[in-house]
């Protein structure tokens, strides 16, 4: 089984122009889902409910870089 890229399926920057708020979106579930959103054109703002900025942080930045989008 072979996985598709979502950006192959949907409309190009589909989520452009509109800005993501995710918590929980340093790791698991939430991670894959904010990089899938900024993939399609959205920018980003993960927050936790844990006091993990240098975590929330460096997974704004791997984001970022792999997405070319923006993630704060």
Do not use: P, W, Y
Request: charged letters at 20%.
């Amino acid at each position: 089984m072979s996985i598709v890229n979502s950006t192959d399926i949907f409309k190009d920057n589909i989520f452009k122009g509109k800005v993501l708020l995710c918590s929980g979106g340093g790791s698991g579930i939430c991670r894959g889902m904010t990089e899938a959103v900024v993939r399609h054109g959205a920018k980003a703002v993960i927050i936790s409910r844990k006091q993990v900025f240098e975590k929330l942080q460096k997974a704004a930045q791997e984001m970022s870089q792999t997405t070319g989008g923006e993630v704060l």
